[in-house]
């Protein structure tokens, strides 16, 4: 199977051919991937180089010009360094883009705590009008992509990962799909998470949401999941910083009794950066380390 970032350089470097208002600004990253597709359009392939202020001011440039830009570099070069570029770019400036990332959260634990940005969604939050996308296979990915680049005048950003479920999930438009039903709570699973979820809920009365999209928070799914539940005791798990949509699901659940644990990953710096593997264990993601969690914080019913 290929991984979310080789499907993001197939799937627009076609787009590219198709659609001469496409245009991909680049900073060194993944740039190897879209030689062929820079040969073919040298105007709308650009690659600024290690500067990632001016990739999103490129980006945003074009975007007045009517262009879509796709912007892309790891997440911590593309929301956390340029932010102010971010907010006003595009936001100020009442433009549309596309940000793609690459190894969001903890995917490159090589690199250190400079490469890792469990924060972006979060950080995103702080802006109005941001379509959010996490996909959790390379499937969705394209799928996602394609409705991103196609979204007419939108702001949308696309948090790619190395970490995938075993299968994807169909795209259907922005909601949350009920994966399996139960009545002792509500569990939400965001993007490659899916798999540890279902894992960790085996055997237990739980219903099972997955989200590939979390902003907008598809407030009308987790109310519905919450009225087919005898409780309205929800979990909330994130591939980006643990409480990242606490505030939005409580919104949702404004008229409703009830109580939402945020799980994620934590706010602790570790400085012993390891393997992915090792990192979801260390932020209590696995699904045994799920599991205990679920289980603590929900009706002991469901133990």
Same mark, same amino acid.
């Given at each position: 199977?290929?991984?979310?970032?080789?499907? %993001?350089?197939?799937?627009?470097?076609?787009?590219?051919?198709?659609?001469?208002?496409?245009?991909?600004?680049? !900073?060194?990253?993944?740039?190897?991937? %879209?030689?062929?597709?820079?040969?073919?359009?040298?105007?709308?392939?650009?690659?600024?180089?290690?500067?990632?202020?001016?990739?999103? #001011?490129?980006?945003?440039?074009?975007?007045?010009?009517?262009?879509?830009?796709?912007?892309?570099?790891?997440?911590?070069?593309?929301?956390?360094?340029? %932010?102010?570029?971010?907010?006003?770019?595009?936001? +100020?400036?009442?433009?549309? #883009?596309?940000?793609?990332?690459?190894?969001?959260?903890?995917?490159?634990?090589? #690199?250190?705590?400079?490469?890792?940005?469990?924060?972006?969604? !979060?950080?995103?939050?702080?802006?109005?009008?941001?379509?959010?996308?996490?996909?959790?296979?390379?499937?969705?990915?394209? !799928?996602?992509?394609?409705?991103?680049?196609?979204?007419?005048?939108?702001?949308?950003?696309?948090?790619?990962?190395?970490?995938?479920?075993?299968?994807?999930?169909?795209?259907?438009?922005?909601?949350?799909?009920?994966?399996?039903?139960?009545?002792?709570?509500?569990?939400? =699973?965001?993007?490659?998470?899916?798999?540890?979820?279902?894992?960790?809920?085996?055997?237990?009365?739980?219903?099972?949401?997955?989200?590939?999209?979390?902003?907008?928070?598809?407030?009308?799914?987790?109310?519905? =999941?919450?009225?087919?539940?005898?409780?309205?005791?929800?979990?909330?798990?994130?591939?980006?910083?643990?409480?990242?949509?606490?505030? =939005?699901?409580?919104?949702?659940?404004?008229?409703?009794?009830?109580?939402?644990?945020?799980?994620?990953?934590?706010?602790?710096?570790?400085?012993?950066?390891?393997?992915?593997?090792?990192?979801?264990?260390? +932020?209590?993601?696995?699904?045994?380390?799920?599991?205990?969690?679920?289980?603590? %914080?929900?009706?002991?019913?469901?133990?």
């Amino acid at each position: 199977m290929d991984t979310m970032r080789e499907r %993001f350089i197939s799937v627009t470097s076609r787009l590219l051919d198709e659609d001469p208002r496409l245009a991909l600004v680049l !900073a060194e990253i993944t740039m190897d991937g %879209f030689l062929p597709a820079q040969r073919r359009h040298p105007d709308r392939v650009v690659n600024v180089g290690i500067r990632e202020q001016l990739l999103v #001011g490129v980006g945003g440039g074009l975007a007045l010009t009517g262009m879509r830009p796709v912007v892309h570099t790891f997440a911590s070069f593309l929301v956390e360094r340029p %932010f102010e570029q971010v907010k006003l770019d595009f936001g +100020h400036q009442g433009t549309g #883009g596309v940000l793609v990332s690459a190894s969001a959260g903890y995917d490159w634990p090589a #690199g250190g705590f400079t490469h890792m940005a469990p924060g972006d969604v !979060a950080l995103l939050d702080t802006l109005d009008g941001w379509t959010v996308h996490v996909p959790g296979h390379p499937d969705e990915a394209e !799928a996602l992509l394609r409705h991103a680049y196609a979204a007419g005048d939108d702001k949308v950003y696309v948090r790619l990962s190395q970490q995938s479920n075993t299968a994807p999930r169909p795209v259907e438009g922005l909601r949350f799909q009920t994966v399996r039903e139960g009545r002792a709570g509500v569990v939400l =699973a965001v993007g490659p998470l899916l798999d540890n979820v279902l894992a960790a809920a085996e055997g237990l009365d739980l219903t099972v949401l997955y989200a590939s999209t979390v902003r907008p928070f598809d407030d009308a799914a987790l109310r519905e =999941a919450v009225r087919s539940s005898a409780s309205a005791d929800v979990v909330l798990v994130e591939p980006c910083l643990a409480g990242t949509s606490t505030a =939005a699901a409580n919104n949702a659940l404004a008229d409703v009794p009830h109580r939402v644990l945020g799980l994620g990953v934590g706010r602790a710096e570790l400085r012993r950066y390891g393997t992915i593997d090792e990192h979801t264990v260390a +932020h209590g993601l696995d699904p045994r380390s799920l599991r205990a969690r679920l289980t603590g %914080f929900l009706h002991p019913g469901v133990r």
